[in-house]
């Protein structure tokens, strides 16, 4: 599908943009309680991730028991790994937290949020034109409540 691709040649700008970039390998920002933040993806982000999930024959049933408050991503595994990373969301793919380094260690303060902003605004675009009577983008853990198998 065409607009798969489109999606997929962002990603892989925003992928590019922030080489280098790291975190310490905590996944905070996959526990929406902890963070208070949570990506909104588009109609055709939610297309991708639900295709991703499908091709791997569903979300698994939880081995341990969720902590309320930490609200974690259904994405993320038991083992604290993004079953569907190669799709992961716009949200995801540019979360910063506050342990975030850029390539030259300066931190926050460098990040190229024009082109972030700019990419952000493709993906939806490019969303609207794939599902035009969208609503809109919703927050991931009510778009994906219903994927568990």
């Not at 280098?20 to 920002?29: A, I, P, Q």
């Not at 297309?47 to 698994?60: I, M, N, Q, T």
Request: charged share 30%.
């Amino acid at each position: 599908m065409a607009k798969l691709n489109e999606l997929r040649a962002l990603y892989s700008e925003v992928d590019a943009l922030l080489d280098g970039w790291s975190c310490e390998d905590s996944t905070d920002c996959c526990r929406f309680g902890v963070t208070g933040r949570e990506p909104y993806p588009t109609a055709i982000e939610l297309f991708e991730l639900e295709r991703a999930v499908r091709a791997r024959g569903g979300l698994p049933k939880r081995r341990t028991l969720p902590v309320a408050e930490e609200r974690r991503c259904a994405l993320l595994s038991d083992e604290g790994r993004c079953l569907v990373y190669a799709a992961r969301p716009f949200g995801c793919r540019t979360f910063f937290c506050e342990r975030a380094t850029e390539p030259t260690g300066k931190g926050l303060r460098a990040t190229p949020r024009n082109e972030i902003a700019r990419l952000g605004r493709a993906v939806a675009d490019l969303s609207s034109r794939f599902a035009p009577v969208d609503p809109g983008p919703r927050p991931l853990s009510r778009a994906t409540a219903s994927w568990r198998r």
